[in-house]
């Protein structure tokens, strides 16, 4: 066999190892998956509203929310709630899209880093797995948290751009980064750790001065008439050493830890992300013995992200208990340090770069933290995924019940069960979620019979080919 079909053939199997997280994942949304609202999706219905009625503004949509603008987040959200008659199970599977995207661009890092020996794509195996880790449970059941997704995509493609040397990419680079700053405030943190990258590259002045300007004026545009939600926590370090560095190291450990659903799992968390966080300094200390920083300065700032991912949910989050730091939620958020943390394991393996530790002794314990911690997660987010259908089951069947629902059932669905009422009757009226016909009916069956596993995937696909036709029918009548 001629090299070039060994290649071929080495690239179709790589490819080929990489569906199995992705479908995994896939059919994860679609058995688990319910088309409610739920939470923070009730902040979108006004906004639907708003915007069939042709009032949206652009203040609408660059809000706040908590302490997030999310500007592109609601146009993105807005643009499938139209399209699909707020199906928020069709926004689930367009999380599942931008993680399918954000697996892509870390592969192209990979590939840059590493080429695409048999060797280099036989230790990118783990890469997939956890992109697709079902330890985002939260995440992945909940169409709102697109968000998340989008804005991790955002940071990763700004860096990826940002580490070019033309300038065309630079200005790429720029635009991806001021779209993830009113994307999450997390998105901020983009700005210093592409600054890192700056430095360690060594681009030069002009490169410095262009990236600060556009910082400074997306961080001015993102605080004006900006309001703090909650108590102040700057101090929270100050003030609770101890139990604030027990949330940044939880934190970190989270996306390879357990969640807070069983009782004291968040000290596997805890040490978890000791042993990250030591690694991490060993690696990058090696790194800078050897000369090797300018080369990999790329993972060096997406790993100074995800530690400065875990700092402001320390001290913004802090106050509400170590418990939290590990909750599916962030796990996204913190994707992209613990993606970085094992590629420079997986340098300095390669490289044989001298360390205070034997690379091969670290790199094997690495190895093997990440095939429990993946495994773990499985487990946590089947589970879950059973638990929150059956949750989900029952809110669906609250909401199409909403004008004689009780306020101890609405409040399930949002804080304030006036609210929901109010933005349960605009569903209502434009026929769209649990009111879309067909969805209906279904979810009515499912209340007075209980859960079919098959009827509801099967309900989930066609109820989202349902509203994609009945959505091209009203812009192409004919």
Same mark, same amino acid.
């Given at each position: 066999?001629?090299?070039?079909?060994?290649?071929?053939?080495?690239?179709?199997?790589?490819?080929?190892?990489?569906?199995?997280?992705?479908?995994?994942?896939?059919?994860?949304?679609?058995?688990?998956?319910?088309?409610?609202?739920?939470?923070?999706?009730?902040?979108?219905?006004?906004?639907?509203?708003?915007?069939?009625? @042709?009032?949206?503004?652009?203040?609408?949509?660059?809000?706040?929310?908590?302490?997030?603008?999310?500007?592109?987040?609601?146009?993105?959200?807005?643009?499938?709630?139209?399209?699909?008659?707020?199906?928020?199970?069709?926004?689930?599977?367009?999380?599942?899209?931008?993680?399918?995207?954000?697996?892509?661009?870390?592969?192209?890092?990979?590939?840059?880093?590493?080429?695409?020996?048999?060797?280099?794509?036989?230790?990118?195996?783990?890469?997939?797995?956890?992109?697709?880790?079902?330890?985002?449970?939260?995440?992945?059941?909940?169409?709102?948290?697109?968000?998340?997704?989008?804005?991790?995509?955002?940071?990763?493609?700004?860096?990826?751009?940002?580490?070019?040397?033309?300038?065309?990419?630079?200005?790429?680079?720029?635009?991806?980064?001021?779209?993830?700053?009113?994307?999450?405030?997390?998105?901020?943190?983009?700005?210093?750790?592409?600054?890192?990258?700056?430095?360690?590259?060594?681009?030069?002045?002009?490169?410095?001065?262009?990236?600060?300007?556009?910082?400074?004026?997306?961080?001015?545009?993102?605080?004006?008439?900006?309001?703090?939600?909650?108590?102040?926590?700057?101090?929270?370090?100050?003030?609770?050493?101890?139990?604030?560095?027990?949330?940044?190291?939880?934190?970190?450990?989270?996306?390879?830890?357990?969640?807070?659903?069983?009782?004291?799992?968040?000290?596997?968390?805890?040490?978890?992300?000791?042993?990250?966080?030591?690694?991490?300094?060993?690696?990058?200390?090696?790194?800078?013995?050897?000369?090797?920083?300018?080369?990999?300065?790329?993972?060096?700032?997406?790993?100074?992200?995800?530690?400065?991912?875990?700092?402001?949910?320390?001290? @913004?989050?802090?106050?509400?208990?170590?418990?939290?730091?590990?909750?599916?939620?962030?796990?996204?958020?913190?994707?992209?340090?613990?993606?970085?943390?094992?590629?420079?394991?997986?340098?300095?393996?390669?490289?044989?770069?001298?360390?205070?530790?034997?690379?091969?002794?670290?790199?094997?314990?690495?190895?093997?933290?990440?095939?429990?911690?993946?495994?773990? @997660?499985?487990?946590? @987010?089947?589970?879950?995924?059973?638990?929150?259908?059956?949750?989900?089951?029952?809110?669906?069947?609250?909401?199409?019940?909403?004008?004689?629902?009780?306020?101890?059932?609405?409040?399930?669905?949002?804080?304030?069960?006036?609210?929901?009422?109010?933005?349960?009757?605009?569903?209502?009226?434009?026929?769209?979620?649990?009111?879309?016909?067909?969805?209906?009916?279904?979810?009515?069956?499912?209340?007075?019979?209980?859960?079919?596993?098959?009827?509801?995937?099967?309900?989930?696909?066609?109820?989202?080919?349902?509203?994609?036709?009945?959505?091209?029918?009203?812009?192409?009548?004919?």
């Amino acid at each position: 066999m001629a090299n070039g079909d060994r290649d071929t053939v080495r690239l179709l199997y790589f490819f080929a190892s990489m569906v199995p997280p992705a479908l995994i994942a896939l059919f994860y949304i679609g058995g688990f998956g319910r088309t409610v609202i739920f939470w923070d999706e009730w902040r979108m219905v006004g906004l639907y509203e708003k915007m069939e009625t @042709g009032v949206l503004t652009f203040g609408d949509l660059f809000a706040q929310l908590n302490e997030h603008r999310l500007l592109f987040p609601r146009m993105i959200l807005l643009g499938i709630e139209h399209l699909t008659q707020f199906n928020t199970t069709a926004e689930m599977y367009c999380s599942w899209a931008v993680m399918c995207a954000i697996l892509g661009v870390a592969f192209l890092m990979w590939r840059d880093t590493f080429g695409t020996s048999g060797r280099s794509l036989l230790y990118f195996l783990p890469v997939p797995w956890l992109v697709f880790s079902l330890r985002q449970w939260e995440n992945l059941l909940f169409g709102f948290q697109l968000v998340y997704y989008f804005f991790v995509l955002t940071v990763i493609l700004a860096l990826y751009f940002l580490n070019r040397t033309d300038r065309v990419s630079g200005a790429i680079a720029i635009a991806f980064a001021g779209i993830a700053s009113f994307s999450n405030l997390l998105g901020l943190l983009v700005w210093p750790a592409g600054l890192l990258l700056i430095v360690l590259n060594k681009k030069g002045k002009a490169w410095i001065s262009a990236w600060i300007s556009a910082a400074l004026v997306c961080i001015v545009l993102y605080f004006y008439g900006w309001q703090r939600v909650g108590q102040p926590r700057v101090l929270y370090f100050a003030e609770r050493p101890l139990d604030a560095a027990a949330y940044f190291t939880a934190a970190l450990g989270s996306p390879l830890g357990m969640g807070p659903w069983v009782s004291g799992l968040f000290l596997l968390s805890v040490v978890l992300g000791v042993f990250i966080g030591i690694a991490s300094i060993v690696l990058v200390v090696s790194l800078a013995r050897s000369r090797r920083i300018p080369r990999h300065a790329l993972w060096i700032s997406l790993l100074a992200f995800g530690f400065g991912a875990a700092l402001v949910l320390a001290a @913004g989050r802090g106050g509400y208990g170590v418990d939290q730091a590990v909750s599916s939620r962030y796990v996204t958020y913190l994707l992209p340090g613990i993606l970085a943390f094992y590629v420079l394991c997986c340098i300095c393996h390669q490289e044989k770069v001298p360390q205070l530790i034997p690379e091969s002794l670290l790199f094997r314990g690495v190895v093997i933290v990440l095939i429990l911690g993946l495994s773990a @997660g499985m487990i946590e @987010g089947v589970v879950m995924g059973y638990k929150i259908r059956q949750e989900r089951d029952e809110m669906s069947c609250v909401l199409l019940d909403y004008r004689n629902a009780d306020d101890t059932h609405l409040a399930r669905l949002y804080l304030s069960p006036s609210y929901v009422r109010q933005n349960a009757a605009i569903l209502e009226r434009y026929r769209i979620n649990v009111f879309f016909p067909g969805e209906e009916a279904a979810i009515r069956r499912t209340c007075e019979s209980g859960s079919d596993p098959e009827e509801d995937f099967n309900r989930n696909v066609i109820g989202f080919r349902d509203r994609v036709n009945s959505s091209i029918h009203r812009l192409f009548p004919g």
